[in-house]
């Protein structure tokens, strides 16, 4: 009989413990905010390379919940795709001058399969600056000196 409770007792322990825990789902990663370049800038140079390319300097705020960040940038020229991953809130990439593109952040965590999409940032990366001469002083054809 004594074994009998104790087989009891233990089997209602072993169901109490179990039925009360819940499987805790992992919070999703959050939207990162863009910083820079910024949203439309339409002058962005960056730090030239050389007559065809710059760098530019990405940057964004932590999200919350995220372990790693896909910036995603687009040549809106060629319609090109670059994707690169990182785990810091910045990242300097070589880009082509003279060229529209747009940006966003994909915010990731390996504890969900649910991702976060900042908004899409677009920009310019400006290129050559065009030079300009004044035009030549104005020379006087007519009437001539001393004419009337």
Sequence with gaps: MNLLKIAVAFF???????????????????????????????????KIISDTESTIDFKWSAAANAESYELTIKNLLTNSVSNQITSTTSLEVTL??????????????????TTAISPVWKFYNSGLGVVSYPPYPAEIISPTLGQK
């Design 12 to 46: 209602l322990v072993l169901v109490l413990t179990t039925c009360g825990k819940k499987e805790s789902i992992p919070p999703a990663p959050e939207a990162s905010v863009l910083a820079a370049p910024l949203k439309d800038e339409v002058c962005t140079t960056g």
């Design 96 to 113: 082509k001058r003279n060229t529209p593109y747009s940006w966003f952040i994909t915010s990731k965590s390996s504890k969900s399969l």
